[in-house]
């Protein structure tokens, strides 16, 4: 065995279980907030990462990170824009009874116009459906 494979082995050795990870102290905690399937998919990703860095890390770190990288994702896409097109936008939402919590959401969305359909980091516009399908998945 030559001395890279044997670097590459110690950092895959340095790396906890997914099991091990989701049994350490405050997996139960992210858990909670962000429901199982997408902390075990934050933690399957973070290993992902850790491994093609050649990196080890402790079951403490891979926590902290995957509760970053879920708090980043459960930060709403949407902010208050201003629409100065004179265009008002078709919500879309109909009928269907919604969730106290959505009801509080759509009412924040809908005082000030919003980044629905433009990615402001890109400055261009983009499809609605980008953002939502993220959003159905955050609980």
């Known amino acids: 065995m030559n001395d890279a494979s044997a670097g590459v082995r110690a950092g895959r050795a340095a790396l906890p279980s997914v099991d091990r990870v989701l049994r350490g102290s405050g997996a139960s ?17 973070m290993l992902a990462d850790y491994r093609s860095r050649r990196q080890g890390a402790s079951v403490e770190a891979v926590l902290t990170d995957c509760g970053e990288r879920l708090a980043r994702m459960a930060q709403p ?7 100065l097109t004179g265009t008002v936008l078709h919500t ?3 009928r269907a009874p919604l ?22 980091p890109a400055r261009k516009r983009r499809s609605r459906s980008t953002t939502t399908p993220a959003l159905w998945c955050l609980r």
């Open 29 to 45: 905690t992210l858990i909670e907030l962000h429901g199982r399937a997408l902390v075990v998919d934050a933690v399957r990703s």
């Open 77 to 83: 896409s949407q902010r208050r824009v201003f629409n």
């Open 92 to 94: 879309n939402l109909g």
């Open 99 to 120: 969730p106290e919590e959505a009801v509080i959401a759509a009412a924040e969305a809908m005082r000030a116009p919003t980044t629905l359909e433009y990615a402001s």
